[in-house]
Nanobody, 126 residues
Framework: VQLQASGGGLVQAGGSLRLSCSAS????????MGWFRQAPGKEREFVGG????????DYSDSVKGRFIISRDNANNMVFLQMNRLKPEDTAVYYC????????????????????WGQGTQVTVSS
């Protein structure tokens, strides 16, 4: 599946952004989706993941309680609502798909994901 992320931008600390990721291809509803981010000089890290039907959502400790991942299987979309943003959230954000997942599963390991979008820059100013 091909992924296209959008919605990044510049925001002040405490603000909100909503990232979107559109997917092309069949069987999107059977692909586990995730968001990752990578800041300059740092490794790519898991942000959040959502199972096929959205029944399970996992988040990294650093964003838990501030970010919400959701999906719209009818329109092949996945979203990341980011609230109470902090300067340390500044990074390039990537959506990713795990086509080999099973129902109800969420992987936090980037190596589990086969499909990656091009990334969208999020910059949070202090």
């Amino acid at each position: 599946v091909q992924l296209q992320a959008s919605g990044g931008g510049l925001v002040q600390a405490g603000g909100s952004l909503r990232l979107s990721c559109s997917a092309s291809g069949r069987s999107f509803s059977r692909i586990q989706m995730g968001w990752f981010r990578q800041a300059p000089g740092k490794e790519r890290e898991f942000v959040g993941g959502i199972s096929w039907a959205g029944t399970r959502r996992d988040y990294s400790d650093s964003v838990k309680g501030r970010f919400i991942i959701s999906r719209d299987n009818a329109n092949n979309m996945v979203f990341l609502q980011m609230n109470r943003l902090k300067p340390e959230d500044t990074a390039v954000y990537y959506c990713a798909g795990d086509e080999n997942s099973v129902s109800g599963a969420v992987s936090t390991n980037a190596y589990a994901y086969e499909d990656w979008g091009q990334g969208t820059q999020v910059t949070v100013s202090s």
